[in-house]
């Protein structure tokens, strides 16, 4: 059972917007600012879209944005595309001075 | 250009111990604020984070896994090596190495390997 919560899946119909939570703990989301966000296609590695909770590596679209409020950090994948079905990580620095993953959110886009 | 890649045995005996070796080129291990991690994924499982060597080598280890593991980096030969000992088939999985340059990513891990499928047998 991961530390970090996550939809088990979310849809949406393309154009539309959708947001993913991570909901973790003082000890992991809400006391750092070390989240960051995967994107993995089946067979495929991750791919970093989103770190230190709401920057965008160089090549990811600025359709892809993230935020965190307390113990709770969020991905918003705004104008919905195709290509944007995937599954999606958030992991997080944690005070055992480790990181942890959440359990992944299936995105269906319809 | 940043390219990584994984190795070891496709298959291992319970109770063995197991060695990748993450081989990259287009970066250095020993500038500051590089970083390599090691994760895997279980057939249709989620992601989990092993552990991370830093160009300081500092180390860093899941606290589930961290009597199994060993990280370490051979900065001469561009490689950074895993152990795992005491394998059991539920650590059946692929394993994933990845990069960290702070300057250009933060905590991320922008540039992945391919991943290396490694199958436990009982």
């Known amino acids: 059972q991961s530390v970090l919560t996550q939809p088990a899946s979310v849809s949406g119909s393309p154009g539309q917007s959708i947001t993913i939570s991570c909901t973790g703990s003082?000890?992991?989301?809400?006391?750092?600012?070390?989240v960051s966000w995967y994107q993995q296609h089946p067979g495929k590695a991750p791919k970093l879209m989103i770190y230190d909770v709401n920057n965008r590596p160089s090549g990811v679209s600025n359709r892809f944005s993230g935020s965190k409020s307390g113990n709770t950090a969020s991905l918003t994948i705004s104008g919905l595309q195709p290509e944007d079905e995937a599954d999606y990580y958030c992991i997080s620095y944690t005070s055992s001075i480790s990181w942890v993953f959440g359990g992944g959110t299936m995105l269906t886009v319809l | 250009q940043v390219t990584l890649k994984e190795s070891g045995p496709a298959l291992v005996q319970a109770t063995q111990t197991l060695t990748l070796t993450c081989t990259f080129s287009g970066f250095s291990l020993s500038t500051r604020g590089m970083r390599v991690t090691w994760i895997r994924q279980p057939p249709g499982k989620a992601l989990e984070w092993l552990a991370r060597i830093d160009w300081d080598d500092d180390k860093f280890y899941s606290t589930s896994l961290k009597t199994r593991l060993t990280i370490s980096k051979d900065t001469s030969k561009n490689q950074v090596v895993l152990k795992m000992t005491n394998m059991d088939p539920v650590d059946t999985a692929t394993y994933y190495c990845g990069r960290t340059y702070s300057s250009t990513s933060g905590d991320g891990m922008d540039v992945w390997g391919q991943g290396t499928t490694v199958t436990v047998s009982s």
């Open positions: 003082s000890r992991d989301v809400g006391g750092y600012n070390y």
